[in-house]
């Protein structure tokens, strides 16, 4: 992901517009499966008054506002993410999971989701968070989980977050798609990914996919054991990122 935004930067060097203005990161209840997040790490250097109009559009277009970020205070500022914490509560809207988009009624909301397997550093985030405050986490590797590890997740889905799946193994799937085909991937990163989560206890119903990376055909693949996939946007203007 780095390497990727690294050189959207290099050749870009377009002055982008607001990212508050881009469709794909807000959830329209349009039954819409794959969904699109911003980044809210500091590589991707968007302005804070992007991410409060993004929350302020999601207000009143009631529309989800789909957020992801990686591991605190080394990815993302933890300030950054209580001034957008505050403005959500601030907004009235409330945090939104999977199930909640695929079953509710439409209305605004934020879809505030972390990936990989920074599970002691996301568990001591929460402990601040202010009551109502519901995230979802895209974990990777549930077979190195420690058990202490699991028991912080099994924590926090009691106190209202989600735990959904990351891959097995954080495989790029358009890569290891082109090389050993779709159904190799389905049987070895996707599937794996949920039984092992689902031995652990939890119970996936979303993917979020490793790098954004995607394809129709891959959407498709996974929509047959999820019923939500997380992909992402670049926030870098013209070039072409995982979600067009
Ligand atoms: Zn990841």
Redesign the pocket.
Known sequence: ?KVHLLIFWAFCGCQASSISDNDRIYYKWDDQRVICGVSIDAQTSIPTSQYLQAISNAAQQQEVLILYG?KPQRDFSLSLLRTLIDEIHEQEIPFLTASDLLDGAPRAGVFLSF??AHIQEWYDMTQSWPNETLATF?V?RPHSLKANEVSLLQEMESAGHRVEA??LN?LDATAFVEEHGLQQWVDEELVPGKTELEALGFNPIAH?Y??GARSTEIDRATLEHFEMVRSLIFYFGRLKGPCG
Do not use: K, S, V
């Open positions: 992901m990686h990936d990989d895209f990777t990351h891959g954080h979020a490793p790098f």
